[in-house]
């Protein structure tokens, strides 16, 4: 039969564990390193295309505002009575007599 026979001293054991633990820290570390890295590079993307987007909506905006409107908007509070209004102040305190 073909067997291959290794024999490890006793003494090399935990140095060669040590060093294989030492290899999995340094390894797994520069994964992390490099995956921050490119966390950090896409965040920075995804801002600058959020700054992007909030810089054109203020262009359309201010396009809109330069637009005259054709309709107009009539707010629902302009048309009523005055009475309703001093009536309807939710922090005016009611006096009873």
Do not use: C, Y
Request: no cysteine; aromatic share 6%.
């Amino acid at each position: 039969m073909l067997a291959i026979a290794i024999s490890v001293n006793v003494m090399w054991l935990p140095l060669i564990i040590a060093f294989s633990a030492f290899a999995g820290f340094f390894l797994r570390s520069a994964q992390i390193k490099k995956s921050t890295k490119r966390i950090l590079s896409l965040e920075n993307e995804m801002l600058k295309n959020h700054a992007e987007i909030l810089k054109l909506n203020k262009e359309l905006v201010e396009l809109g505002n330069a637009i005259p409107n054709k309709t107009r908007i009539v707010s629902m509070k302009e048309n009523q009575p005055a009475e309703e209004k001093e009536g309807t102040d939710p922090l005016k305190i009611k006096t009873v007599k």
